[in-house]
């Protein structure tokens, strides 16, 4: 039985990350990185589909579970009738091989205990062959190999490693998964499993120690910066949106979508929260993937990349596996890097303006760059695009979009005229008011006193609640206030928030089915409320946000205020940048908002 969404840890390397269920269960890894083929999938069909179970024979979700202080080193404890165990999982940072590293530790009384490990790479697809070899057993299957190391005796029964074992008090029994490919003939050497976790938890308590914001929910904004670096790529520094693919947006629905990648869209986010609290180097690291993932011809820009920059990311289906809880198809893949979006070249030139108004150094070869983004821009910022939620729809004209292009043009003309850069800044000028006239007229529905989702739309987005973030308005124009209240009544979900209605004006996306309320959504709206001067409302609602973590700290990317449950890919990297950043502006830390036009 696979685990509800909000029932997952996560444990990473820094290359690929793994999910860790209540019952002791690993059901999803992708190795050797966070976009490769996943060797335990049981999350998106069954444990037919690989998983690494070890807890309890008698079973059960765990009966605490928590982080070692500001670790990624998870413990799992079950207190049985037989007495009590603990399991501490962690993955090491990479050295010569990646590894899982799993230590049973006996608490009180005599437990016995199961393991199931059930490899199954290419997601779920290929049984490989599993071997006695050098003191452990070793599993290969076309181009990946793996060894299992353990003190205890192991046995095969249907095409499953298994053992069954006890432990008593004061004792530790290992496990390490070591990953390695097939075609590299050497034998890692295996980590050894007390040292591997002690290093780890080393590593991550001097990472987290670097932290600069000691205001109000501390601990949050850490756990959430911890998931943030556990979603990075440490070879070079791109940040996936989430771990998983293919979580549904609504249980039972065809809204699954791959969300290992790198999106654009999230770049000034991410930025903002690792400026504002201290951690320069991860965002220079991130900020030179950015440049790095972008350049060549300004009209190929795509709304995200692979972790190393890779552009192609072609789409497909996985018809061997049914889905989280039926929810089909699993997709492999995104079509929507191939998608259209104004946005896109605005956020780019927001999020490279951020860093060097943070003093992040940036070369005349990045500027040049950003000069043929603009000129990018000036040709283009009147052609309809599909918004930054990707809808499959019909293209549009999208207020956040004409926004964003009016974002990245004001960002040139400050960078001529408050950092010294060069160029034709008086034209730019005729440029950035001309896009903000055009928005204000035909974006903006007077009758109701709000912005709109598109030109003519009768319908919101809760994108909208971000043009005073980006300076297009004061936070006390009139008409913010009333696209601020819009959006919460037309959008609100028991005080969460959607995106939009997929409904509206006919069926914006042009996809079946629902979702569920969007979390960065909603802290989005607790810097609106709180931006337009109701920080009492802000504060309920940023509480009422943190209570929907998960017992470990983590969030999902929707909520379904109906059943309870975590919806979508994770854990989201956007949802805990959103956190973030909603910490530091209510705590007095940072202010979030860019200064644009009086």
Excluded at 100 to 105: D, H, L, N, P, S
Excluded at 403 to 422: K, L, N, P, T
Aim: aromatic share 10%; hydrophobic share 40%.
């Amino acid at each position: 039985m696979v685990s509800a969404i909000e029932d997952y840890a996560v444990i990473g390397d820094l290359h690929s990350a793994a999910l860790v269920g209540r019952d002791g269960s690993i059901d999803w890894l992708c190795l050797p990185r966070f976009d490769s083929p996943a060797c335990f999938a049981a999350l998106l069909h069954d444990d037919t589909a690989g998983r690494w179970l070890l807890a309890p024979a008698g079973g059960g979700p765990a009966t605490r579970r928590r982080y070692r202080d500001d670790t990624l080193v998870l413990e799992s404890e079950w207190h049985t009738a037989e007495g009590g165990v603990r399991v501490v999982d962690c993955m090491p940072l990479r050295g010569e091989a990646a590894d899982v590293v799993r230590v049973v530790e006996g608490l009180s009384g005599r437990v016995t205990m199961r393991m199931d490990l059930r490899l199954r790479p290419d997601y779920g697809r290929i049984v490989p062959w599993v071997h006695r070899a050098g003191g452990g057993l070793r599993a290969v299957a076309g181009p990946d190999a793996f060894w299992l190391h353990t003190p205890v005796e192991v046995y095969g029964e249907n095409l499953t490693t298994r053992a069954e074992f006890t432990v008593e008090a004061g004792q530790r029994v290992p496990f390490v998964l070591t990953y390695k490919p097939s075609h590299l003939v050497s034998r890692p050497r295996p980590v050894e499993a007390a040292a591997a976790v002690e290093a780890t938890e080393r590593f991550w308590r001097d990472w987290t120690a670097r932290c600069g914001h000691r205001g109000r929910w501390g601990d949050a904004v850490r756990r959430s910066l911890i998931t943030l670096k556990a979603l990075t790529y440490r070879p070079t520094g791109g940040i996936v949106a989430a771990a998983t693919t293919s979580l549904p947006e609504q249980l039972g629905g065809p809204r699954n979508w791959d969300y290992r990648y790198c999106w654009l869209r999230d770049a000034t986010f991410t930025l903002q929260a690792l400026i504002g609290t201290g951690y320069l180097e991860e965002a220079t690291q991130w900020r030179d993937w950015l440049l790095r993932a972008v350049a060549g011809n300004p009209a190929d820009l795509q709304i995200m990349y692979g972790v190393d920059g890779t552009w192609r990311l072609p789409e497909y289906e996985l018809d061997w596996l049914s889905g989280y809880e039926n929810s089909s198809p699993v997709r492999i893949g995104n079509a929507a890097t191939r998608q259209f979006q104004l946005d896109v070249w605005g956020e780019v030139l927001e999020c490279l303006y951020v860093g060097r108004e943070a003093g992040m150094s940036a070369s005349d070869t990045a500027w040049n760059m950003q000069r043929h983004l603009l000129d990018f821009l000036e040709g283009n910022w009147q052609e309809p695009d599909l918004s930054l939620w990707e809808v499959r729809g019909e293209p549009r004209h999208f207020v956040h979009s004409k926004v964003m292009a009016w974002a990245g043009v004001d960002r040139a003309v400050r960078s001529v005229r408050a950092h010294g850069c060069r160029g034709p800044v008086d034209r730019w000028e005729r440029l950035r008011d001309r896009i903000h006239e055009e928005v204000c007229k035909q974006g903006f529905d007077a009758e109701r006193n709000t912005f709109t989702q598109f030109y003519g739309s009768k319908g919101v987005d809760a994108a909208l609640l971000l043009l005073p973030r980006v300076g297009f308005l004061p936070w006390h124009d009139p008409r913010i206030r009333g696209t601020v209240d819009t959006v919460r009544r037309e959008l609100g979900e028991d005080g969460f928030l959607r995106r939009y209605r997929p409904e509206a004006d006919g069926g914006v996306d042009g996809l079946p089915g629902a979702e569920g309320t969007f979390l960065v959504c909603t802290f989005w709206l607790v810097d609106a409320l709180h931006g337009t001067g109701r920080r009492p409302e802000a504060l309920e609602l940023f509480e009422r946000l943190l209570d929907l973590r998960n017992d470990v700290g983590l969030l999902a990317e929707e909520y379904d205020p109906a059943t309870g449950r975590h919806l979508g890919n994770t854990p989201q990297a956007f949802s805990m940048v959103g956190l973030v950043n909603s910490a530091l502006w209510l705590s007095g830390s940072a202010d979030i908002t860019s200064k644009g036009r009086p």
